[in-house]
Structures are given as C-alpha cells and as structure tokens.
C-alpha cells in the first residue's frame, strides 16, 4: 500500500517536471510561459524557441509519461501501469513544479500509451500527422487524435485500455477549448511548414 502510494506520487511528480520551461530558461533565457500561448507544452516551445527546443520538450514530455507507466514494473508493485501513467498527465497539466499550469497532456498522454501498446502510440503519430498535414492546425491534430485512439482502444476489448484512453482524450479536448472557441471563430493559428 505505502509502494502503491509513493509510485502515484512519483509519477505525479515526473509528469510535474515542466520540461518547456526548463528548456526555456536554461537554453534561452525566456519563460514560454510569458510568450504565444502562455502553455508549457511542445507546441508553444515549437512557436516561441523554435524547432530543435520544440523537438526536445516533446520528447521529454512523452518519456515522462513512459517513465512513469513504467514504475509499477521497474518497482514490482501491484499497480495497473496505466492508471499510474493517468497520474503523469496530471502533473503534466497541473505541475507542482511551475504553479500548476502546465501543458494540454497530448504528448505525456502518448508517453503513457507507448508504454502500455507501443502500436497504438504509432497509431496516433500517423493519424496526428495526417491530420496536422489536412488541417495545418496542432489543437485539432491533437483532438483527432485522442478521438482516434479511443476507436482504436474500443477494438482492442481491453478494459482498463478503453478506460484509461477515454479519460486522457477528455483531458486533451476539456485542455484544448480556447483553441476550439479560436478554431470556430478562425483566429487558432496554423502551422506554416507542413
């Protein structure tokens, strides 16, 4: 029960570890936060540092979400890997570590998954990309995305799998409304270079 207890807590803490604003700061001297979207997630490191920065918080936010899944394995506990990973994708949203205003839990949200059903994880890079290439817009890409993930979890008949990517797709669409509202009103940005 105490292992259970601090596995959760860990995983909260590594999804809490605000990997665009420690880019940010270290490498370039500006708080993301204070520029674009005021968000901590890849998609506004991409805007506001550029592609390498952007490259680099994607990747470490998905590993966090990895790491975490993983814990119940590395520490021999008795904890469904995916449940754990729910608790990173809190932190990632809601981080202990930067105010408790964090990222939109797309890219730990596919961590989590890469860990559990690494197939599906190339799954939602297939359909984000496809969208990313027809919509040219990163939120939708995202919400199509977790959508089609859910579909893809509906087939498989794994319980805690259907579960677990239905909560994670309505983190992704409850963080992204702004960007909905701006996608209605024609104000969300899209990406040039795809």
Known sequence: ?????????LAYLLGSI????IIGKVFYGKDIREHGSGNL???????????????????????KGTLAA???????????????GVFAVIGHMYPIFAGFRGGKAVATSGGV??????????????????????????????ILTGIAAFIYALFTQDLP????????ATFVIYRHRANIARIRNKTEPKIKWL
């Open 1 to 9: 029960m105490v292992l259970n207890a601090i596995i959760i807590i």
């Open 18 to 21: 605000p990997s665009g604003l």
């Open 41 to 63: 997630g890849g998609t506004n490191t991409f805007r506001t540092l550029g592609v390498k920065a952007g490259l680099v918080v994607s990747i470490a936010d998905v590993l």
């Open 70 to 84: 993983t814990l119940p394995l590395l520490l021999n506990a008795d904890l469904h890997m995916l449940l754990v």
């Open 113 to 142: 998954l890469l860990a559990y059903i690494p197939v599906l994880f190339l799954f939602m890079l297939i359909i984000f990309f496809i969208s990313l290439y027809i919509t040219k817009y990163v939120s939708l890409s995202s």
């Open 161 to 168: 799998l259907i579960v677990v990517v239905a909560v994670l």
